[in-house]
């Protein structure tokens, strides 16, 4: 998925912000469940970016792990820019390795993304509008102002890591997909 996304998603306007169609995703899904094979190159990108938004919003607890869901909402009001780059990289060693890895693949992608937004109309706050509920949701519910304020901040750091992500998690994130 991810590496399908690195490859059209850069000259895809709409990415991550148009949803696939309800219909395939939920057939797509239902296989990729099952195991069985799916060929996700013959489907509509706007699939691929629906299911794997999916992916991410079932991966239990948040890929950025609702345990710390307290400091990554507060890592945006704290010093400047080299301050909160440090932080998020402490924050990031706290994840498991699977995650860490997951979302280095992800951050190369929205970079790519946003590279290209120009073209896609997908910058990193755009990108981070889409992609950072599907990131981390607080442990437990809330009323609809504190969602809302949570979702503000969760986007300004979404937008903060793709903006950042080479500094993040290094400049080897530009070659993670290789010459696709």
């Keep these: 998925m991810l590496s399908l996304l690195y490859q059209e998603g850069p000259s895809t306007e709409g990415i991550f912000r148009r949803s696939g169609s309800a219909k395939t995703c ?3 899904k239902e296989k990729l469940d099952s195991g069985a094979e799916v060929d996700l190159a013959c489907e ?8 794997f938004k999916d992916f991410l919003r079932n991966i239990p607890g948040s890929i950025l792990s609702s345990q710390l869901c307290d400091k990554w909402v507060s ?4 010093g400047n820019n080299e301050e909160k ?3 998020i990289q402490r924050l990031i060693e706290q994840l498991p390795r699977a995650n860490v890895v997951l979302l280095r693949y992800l951050f190369g992608v929205l970079h790519g993304i946003e590279m290209r937004s120009e073209e896609n109309q997908m910058n990193a706050f755009n990108l981070a509008i889409c992609i950072a509920p599907s990131l981390l949701w607080p442990p437990v519910s809330s009323t609809p102002d504190v969602e809302s304020e949570f979702t503000k901040k969760i ?3 979404v937008q903060f890591l793709t ?3 080479c500094r993040i998690f290094g400049e080897e994130i530009n070659s993670l997909f290789g010459e696709i």
């Excluded at 890592?75 to 704290?78: L, R, T």
């Design 163 to 165: 903006e950042n992500c």
């Design 155 to 157: 986007s300004s750091l």
């Design 26 to 28: 939920k057939e797509l």
């Design 44 to 51: 509509s990108i706007f699939v691929t970016a629906s299911l």
């Design 85 to 87: 780059i440090k932080n």
């Design 75 to 78: 890592v945006m009001d704290q």
